[in-house]
């Protein structure tokens, strides 16, 4: 989620299937729709409010089941897409930062992004390496997870794992009527998206 998440703090912008798979991201951590919209849409700061309407706005209802057909509504939108959907649906195109680095990237720019983030361990990304170029992105992805934690990634680590459970015991209090369940996009901007950076 960190390259989706850095591309569109400098572009102001994704591409579809970016926007796709990281709605789906954020409503998997317990975004509501209306939290997720006010996201998008300050994250297209360089288009009008009604440019956002008229081209955006649409396909984040339809995404949270809003809109579209009954199925949809029915079924409240799209599940967060699987590791392994992400791995094998969709190619990234040109111009375009959906997928899965250790799948998609380059090893020179999947090494890069490891080192944009921290991780400086000769044998970390030898091993994200050999992984790689054995086609084993899950345990290139692992490798990169269960290291041990450098200082300024631990609290990054902590928040991804703070928002994610948090926002489960959250819809847990909700539905068994017990307590007032913390706002997710409270608590996601108390956070600091920018700090969201795990992939």
Not at 17 to 43: A, N
Not at 82 to 99: F, N, R, T, V
Request: charged residues 25%; proline residues 4%; positive net charge.
């Amino acid at each position: 989620m960190q390259h989706l998440h850095r591309s569109l703090r400098r572009d102001a912008h994704l591409k579809h299937f970016g926007r796709l798979q990281y709605s789906l991201f954020l409503k998997g951590i317990g975004l509501s729709l209306e939290e997720c919209l006010v996201f998008w849409r300050s994250g297209f700061s360089k288009i009008t409010d009604d440019q956002f309407n008229k081209e955006y706005r649409y396909n984040v209802r339809h995404v949270y089941g809003d809109v579209g057909g009954d199925g949809n509504r029915r079924g409240n939108g799209y599940s967060p897409f699987s590791c392994q959907k992400i791995l094998m649906e969709h190619p990234p195109g040109p111009g375009e930062a959906h997928g899965c680095p250790y799948r998609h990237f380059s090893i020179e720019n999947l090494t890069g992004l490891l080192q944009q983030v921290g991780i400086r361990d000769s044998e970390v990304l030898r091993g994200v390496k050999e992984d790689k170029e054995k086609q084993k992105f899950h345990l290139a992805c692992n490798r990169f997870v269960s290291r041990p934690l450098i200082p300024q990634d631990a609290r990054l680590t902590k928040i991804v794992f703070s928002i994610m459970s948090t926002s489960r015991r959250s819809r847990k209090l909700k539905m068994t009527g017990r307590g007032r369940p913390i706002s997710s996009r409270q608590l996601f901007i108390r956070m600091s998206i920018s700090s969201v950076a795990i992939y």
